[in-house]
């Protein structure tokens, strides 16, 4: 069945740091991808997208890398600060046009 | 701030009570979701609505009701609830909705907890 997974459910990084979160899919007809930010009493925030005819896409300190090959998903953050402490969850667009989420990663920040 | 608000923020109710979330979204959006997340699950998509209409529900238990009188308010109803329906239920809405991609702007959530 479809599923969106992400490979870690905790990770810590140290601050400056760069942090890259994982995710898989397993609908190789999904065509659109969405990286959300979720801090602690609030909800998922948009960071990034992307669209299956893109490998890559930047955004300010963030890049999202898109593996169609091996359906892996990937989101970068340069120099991790203690404000990107958060759970970080990726979202695809199937081929039914339903949106799944993944399970979430968390990201923590050492000094 | 997302331009997507939810009240209440918090919720204590026993299993015979009755109450009601509240979402508004002030983007001018035609589209508004309901989302149930559970610790250690993934979202799990509950209701659609789109220009008023719902467009989708994804087998959720009749105990929950949504209810959307405009583009820009939607309401989850709710009665006879179970212990195992604690979550955050959080509220979005998009440009569009059902069809193809569309970024989707998250409330705060409100926390149900069910004694």
């Known amino acids: 069945g479809e599923s969106v997974g992400l490979h870690l459910p905790t990770l810590s990084v140290q601050e400056g740091d760069n942090s890259i979160i994982n995710c898989a899919y397993s609908?190789?007809?999904?065509?659109?991808f969405i990286w959300y930010k979720q801090e602690s009493g609030k909800g998922p925030q948009f960071i990034i997208d992307i669209r299956s005819n893109m490998d890559k896409r930047q955004g300010q300190r963030v890049t999202v890398l898109l593996n169609k090959t091996v359906k892996h998903l990937s989101l970068q953050i340069a120099a991790t600060q203690p404000g990107d402490s958060a759970v970080y969850f990726c979202a695809e667009w199937g081929g039914d046009d339903k949106i799944i989420f993944g399970k979430g990663t968390r990201l923590h920040i050492l000094p | 701030e997302t331009g997507v608000t939810q009240t209440p923020r918090h919720l204590v109710m026993g299993m015979t009570n009755k109450k009601s979330l509240k979402c508004e979204q002030h983007?001018?959006?035609?589209?508004m979701y309901w989302y149930k997340q559970s610790a250690k699950k993934p979202l799990e998509l509950m209701f659609v609505?789109?220009?008023?209409?719902?467009?989708e529900n994804n087998s959720v238990p009749s105990r929950f009701s949504p209810e959307c009188p405009n583009s820009s308010h939607l309401f989850l109803h709710l009665h006879t609830l179970q212990p195992e329906d604690s979550a955050l239920y959080l509220c979005a809405s998009s440009q569009d909705g059902g069809t193809g991609s569309n970024e989707q702007f998250f409330g705060p959530g409100t926390r149900l907890t069910v004694l």
């Open positions: 609908n190789s007809a999904s065509d659109y």
């Open positions: 609505y789109s220009l008023e209409e719902r467009v």
């Open positions: 983007l001018g959006h035609n589209a």
